[in-house]
């Protein structure tokens, strides 16, 4: 159970995925550390130590801008996350193990392996395209944080107070 939704001095949660959340005992450490604000507490949840009593924080962000611990960079899980697990040539969803990266440009034809020229297929649609060049169902960008974001399949919100400091497509998401 993940207790407290940590973000970071720019107001987006301080990692994606997994989600940047921590324990009540991770949260209350950093309290008496002094180094986070508190934004929302479990109005009904408190917790006592022989001698303080303490409402466990729901938010808290970092006072200094932490560089983000979330790796947006150029990767085959990455890459499967940007295009939903959906092979790019069937429109199908597929289990990690079943897809592959395939080069829109065929690497024979000076196609590079970047963002914008690799896309999710599945092995079969793969192997049917071999060298040729077929249009992705959608073309293939560098994602930035906020799309990788909403892509992982995985999030999961504990708590509904964080919501509001979700992006808004997840809270889309979620209706
Ligand atoms: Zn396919």
Same mark, same amino acid.
């Given at each position: ?6 973000? %970071?001095?720019? &107001? %987006? ?9 921590? @324990?009540?005992? $991770? ?9 986070? %604000? =508190? ?13 303080? @009593?303490? @409402? =466990? ?6 006072? $200094?801008?932490? !560089?983000?611990? *979330? %790796? ?27 897809? @592959? ?8 034809? &000076?196609?590079? *392996?970047?963002?914008?020229?690799? =896309? *999710? ?8 395209? &071999?060298?040729?060049?077929? !249009?992705? +169902? ?10 990788? +974001? ?12 964080? +919501? !509001? +400091?979700?992006?808004? $497509?997840?809270? $889309?998401?979620?209706?």
């Amino acid at each position: 159970m993940r207790d407290t939704l940590l973000l %970071n001095a720019d &107001g %987006n949660p301080l990692s994606a995925a997994p989600l940047s959340t921590l @324990t009540w005992q $991770e949260s209350i450490k950093l309290i008496w550390l002094d180094r986070i %604000n =508190v934004l929302e507490w479990h109005e009904d949840w408190q917790v006592h130590s022989p001698t303080i @009593t303490m @409402t =466990v924080p729901s938010v808290m962000m970092v006072r $200094e801008f932490v !560089k983000r611990r *979330t %790796n947006t960079s150029f990767s085959r899980s990455n890459v499967y996350c940007r295009d939903n697990y959906i092979c790019q040539y069937c429109k199908q969803m597929f289990s990690y193990k079943e897809l @592959t990266l395939d080069h829109v440009i065929p690497k024979s034809k &000076g196609g590079k *392996t970047e963002w914008t020229n690799i =896309v *999710t297929a599945c092995k079969k649609c793969n192997n049917q395209k &071999g060298n040729s060049i077929i !249009k992705p +169902y959608k073309p293939p960008h560098k994602p930035d944080f906020h799309q990788l +974001y909403k892509s992982k399949n995985h999030v999961h919100i504990e708590h509904p107070v964080w +919501y !509001k +400091y979700i992006n808004a $497509e997840l809270e $889309e998401k979620r209706a």
